[in-house]
């Protein structure tokens, strides 16, 4: 099988989620038929969000420096965990000789293969600026609804909560934000922050979530599993 790399730290409940849901999604019947998995859990990343609206440190050498870390150890291929890094994709396949899983893509693919052609879409505002999914939905014919403004606000304080390892979570402001976008026909949500997935757990939040968390591990173990 192939050797899974991780670039992780961004944030690193949010690599503990793609690890412990590619291990649940490996159909192994003893410890040696699991993935041989790699992580970088590289928390000194730079914010992406932060450098994306313009007050932060441009986090594309520390990406690339763990994506060249992983391929240098062994990783026959890279995942990255962390839906606003996908803006820096491009570059970081640029600077690697293995494949990298494109999260966005993935994500795309299997909304069209439920026939779903409209979504509502909780993101970093960084995710939501620079278009990471609007770039690769308009390919596929795939329409998004986003938050307004306040709302935001509130997904933000949400996300970042999680980073920061807070307890104590605006839950009914969350499930206002995601009954909007119901009310806009928007019935099924991505969960576009891998910190979300986590969140909405924690706080026992159920809902149509779309989790490209998910989508990844399966991705990631399928990859693996590949004939070369």
Known sequence: M?????IGGMG??????LFNKIVL???????????????????????RTS?????????TYELVKSAKNLEKIGAD????????????????KENVNIEIINMIEETSKFIKSKNINKVGLL??????????????FENYDIEIVKPNCYEQSIIMDFIYGIKQSEKSFNKEGVIEVINNLKEKNATNVILGCTELPVGMSMLGIEGNFIDPTNILAKA???KAKQES
């Open 77 to 92: 291929f890279l995942a990255i965990p962390c839906n606003t890094a996908h803006y820096f994709y491009d570059v970081i």
């Open 12 to 17: 690193t409940v949010a690599t503990i989620d």
């Open 51 to 59: 450098f994306i609206l313009g007050d932060g440190e441009d986090p």
């Open 25 to 47: 999604e490996t159909n192994a019947k003893s410890d040696k038929e699991h993935l041989h998995i790699l992580i970088d859990n590289n928390a000194q990343i730079p914010d």
């Open 123 to 136: 993101a970093t505002s960084g995710t939501i600026k620079a278009k990471v999914y609007d770039n690769v």
């Open 2 to 6: 192939k050797t899974v790399g991780i």
């Open 220 to 222: 990631c173990v399928k």
